[in-house]
């Protein structure tokens, strides 16, 4: 079973503050991919990232970065200089080889407030 | 700029009606994902389907909701009938499966409303 745990329900920053975001996950499954979405208050959600469970290293895109640690399980992602457009929902998922197929596993999400 | 288009948007209902909801993958994809968002369960997979053929579904109440994909441009998710608890934004997403990579690209969603 595939699980994705986002313990923070909301998260109020003041802009130009740095956040982060934690995802813990768990799977069984030795090949797995996890993501995070960002779902702005208009309702769609948007891909922002992916990664693959034999590539730890951290990347960044832009204010944008996140950190994989295999050995904790966690993929956690960190926004720079917040910005009141960063205020959304960000959802952290998982897919993993179970059963033969693929599915995309959420967290509950979190609430990011970007105030000024 | 290609996307997953669902319609309709917006659907308000009656109990005991029929709903039908729509979605239009991303041309190329093999992959199509039915998830429902409410506050209390957040986000739930109800079906996905690969080329067409459905892999899991388990997540559907087998009762009242059923998913197709008629062709490869067309998925649905049809409720019969509706009830108020299935009241919920439900999103439709697509993906180009290549080897356990499952990067799903979502619609805008259809809020459905059953009163």
């Known amino acids: 079973a595939q699980k994705v745990t986002q313990a923070q329900t909301e998260i109020s920053v003041v802009e130009k503050e740095d956040v982060t975001l934690d995802c813990v996950y768990e799977?069984?499954?030795?090949?797995?991919?996890l993501f995070w979405y960002k779902q702005p208050p208009s309702g769609e959600l948007v891909f922002l990232i992916r990664r693959n469970s034999f590539d730890e290293q951290n990347e960044i895109s832009g204010r944008y970065s996140w950190n994989f640690q295999k050995s904790t399980s966690s993929f956690n992602f960190t926004i720079t200089a917040s910005q009141v457009v960063d205020s959304a929902v960000y959802f952290c998922?998982?897919?993993?080889?179970?059963?033969?197929?693929?599915?995309?596993?959420f967290g509950t999400g979190t609430q990011l407030k970007v105030e000024l | 700029d290609a996307r997953v288009t669902q319609t309709p948007r917006h659907k308000v209902t009656e109990m005991g009606q029929e709903v039908t909801m729509r979605c239009q993958p991303i041309?190329?994809?093999?992959?199509v994902f039915w998830y429902r968002q409410t506050m209390m369960q957040g986000l739930e997979l109800l079906a996905y389907?690969?080329?067409?053929?459905?892999?899991?579904d388990s997540g559907m109440p087998k009762d009242r909701f059923s998913a197709e994909m008629p062709d490869a441009t067309l998925a649905t998710l049809k409720i019969q009938p509706s009830e108020p608890r299935d009241s919920a934004v439900y999103f439709c997403?697509?993906?180009?499966?290549?080897?356990?990579?499952?990067?799903?690209?979502f619609g805008q969603g259809t809020r459905l409303t059953v009163v």
């Open positions: 389907f690969r080329n067409r053929a459905p892999l899991d």
């Open positions: 997403a697509s993906g180009l499966v290549w080897q356990a990579n499952t990067e799903a690209f």
């Open positions: 041309l190329g994809h093999n992959t």
């Open positions: 998922a998982l897919s993993g080889i179970t059963g033969g197929g693929n599915k995309l596993t």
């Open positions: 799977t069984r499954d030795t090949t797995y991919y």
